[in-house]
């Protein structure tokens, strides 16, 4: 659905003067600030453990092939990296990113002042501070990738006809 509304070019791929009719994939398209910056278009989702950009989809505009529309409002280019990864490729991610997950990654305390539930990085001898893992380094940010900006579906129609109207100039 989200290509089919791109425009197509005549590309020579091999340079023998012979083209090919192909999706023009370098076009993008900026989401106005006046949508961003609309709260009242939006819900806050916490996407599930193993939960697609698909399923997330499915779930809220009753077609998966809606999911580009999750990804462009939470500016997910790479869905791999971009969105919460699934238990399985998480493990084996921090497995090939560390020799061992269990070690410390760094050392925290909690804000002294104002929100005390901020935390803030400090060196391993300050009063206070606690270690946190690699492990827990990457899941907490995997925890923040979860949390994602859904475009009411109410607006679904109104942003697809803007987003055609964009896709067409």
Known sequence: MYFNQFPTIDYDVTGDGTTTTITDLLLRVKVRDYIKENRSWFAKYVVEHDET???????????????WVVLLFNQVINPYYGWPLKRKDFFNFINDK????SAVHHYEISQQSGNTTVMITVESDVAGAIE???????????????KVRILKPTYLGQFRSEFETLIAQ
């Open 98 to 101: 560390y020799s061992n997950p």
């Open 53 to 67: 950009p698909e399923m997330v989809a499915f779930k809220i505009y009753g077609q998966a092939a809606y999911h």
């Open 132 to 146: 946190v893992t690699n492990q827990e380094y990457e899941e907490a940010i995997q925890q923040n990738l979860r």
